[in-house]
């Protein structure tokens, strides 16, 4: 493996560097999603619960021990609980505003690896084959094989690893925004249905 980088010149270091941030990337970025996606209809349940008996604080310390946007979005609406209902949708607003970056952080780090990897291994093939031609200049009429061979193995090293690498890139940062949608979408129903539920006049300690 090591040889048939250094047989790949430069440009296949670089390859190198930029598909070992984009695994990182993803795998980061699979783990934080996955621990952010919830199971929302079953967590506010549990929070409605505990409201409708008047206990705030414990409502509270539940969103605080669930992970992801969800439980952070009730959170900030039930410390406002008693508040106007504009003012809530609004606090609402705002906690949507900050976990939305939270969610998309890295993605297009991701999308760049997919988008240069198959340029840098263009001019990893163009290098190569300018190789190939310096030699031909060089030595011609009587050209070594050797060298031709090793020009002409640099650039094809560099194109399959440049599209090997953005391939997968690609399909993952088309996959991770897919779940980056799935929770935002989650994140927008639950607002409405917390707002909902934190605006009923019948809940303990609103007013009439």
């Given at each position: 493996?090591?040889?048939?980088?250094r047989?790949?010149?430069?440009?296949?270091?670089?390859?190198?560097?930029?598909?070992?941030?984009?695994?990182?990337?993803?795998?980061?970025?699979?783990?934080?999603?996955?621990r952010?996606?919830?199971?929302?209809?079953?967590?506010?349940?549990?929070?409605?619960?505990?409201?409708?008996?008047?206990?705030?604080?414990?409502?509270?310390?539940?969103?605080?021990?669930?992970?992801?946007?969800?439980?952070?979005?009730?959170?900030?609406?039930?410390?406002?609980?008693?508040?106007e209902?504009?003012?809530?949708?609004?606090?609402?607003?705002?906690?949507?505003?900050?976990?939305?970056?939270?969610?998309?952080?890295?993605?297009?780090?991701?999308?760049?690896?997919?988008?240069?990897?198959?340029?840098?291994?263009?001019?990893?093939?163009?290098?190569?084959?300018?190789?190939?031609?310096?030699?031909?200049?060089?030595?011609?009429?009587?050209v070594?094989?050797?060298?031709?061979?090793?020009?002409?193995?640099?650039?094809?090293?560099?194109?399959?690893?440049?599209?090997?690498?953005?391939?997968?890139?690609?399909?993952?940062?088309?996959?991770?925004?897919?779940?980056?949608?799935?929770?935002?979408?989650?994140?927008?129903?639950?607002?409405?249905?917390?707002?909902?539920?934190?605006?009923?006049?019948?809940?303990?300690?609103?007013?009439?």
């Amino acid at each position: 493996m090591v040889e048939l980088i250094r047989q790949g010149g430069p440009v296949m270091w670089f390859l190198v560097g930029a598909a070992l941030i984009g695994a990182v990337v993803f795998l980061e970025r699979v783990f934080h999603l996955h621990r952010a996606q919830i199971k929302t209809e079953d967590f506010l349940k549990g929070v409605y619960n505990v409201m409708q008996r008047g206990n705030v604080a414990e409502a509270v310390s539940i969103c605080e021990e669930t992970p992801g946007p969800v439980a952070y979005i009730a959170r900030v609406a039930i410390l406002h609980h008693d508040e106007e209902p504009e003012f809530i949708r609004r606090a609402i607003e705002g906690a949507g505003l900050v976990e939305v970056p939270r969610l998309e952080r890295n993605l297009n780090l991701l999308a760049t690896v997919a988008k240069i990897a198959p340029l840098a291994g263009l001019l990893g093939t163009v290098l190569g084959m300018l190789k190939v031609f310096m030699v031909m200049q060089q030595d011609a009429p009587l050209v070594p094989m050797s060298a031709v061979a090793g020009g002409m193995l640099e650039a094809l090293l560099t194109t399959v690893t440049g599209l090997t690498i953005a391939i997968p890139a690609y399909t993952g940062y088309n996959f991770l925004v897919g779940r980056v949608e799935s929770i935002v979408l989650d994140m927008e129903k639950s607002s409405i249905e917390i707002l909902a539920f934190l605006t009923d006049k019948t809940l303990p300690g609103k007013k009439s």
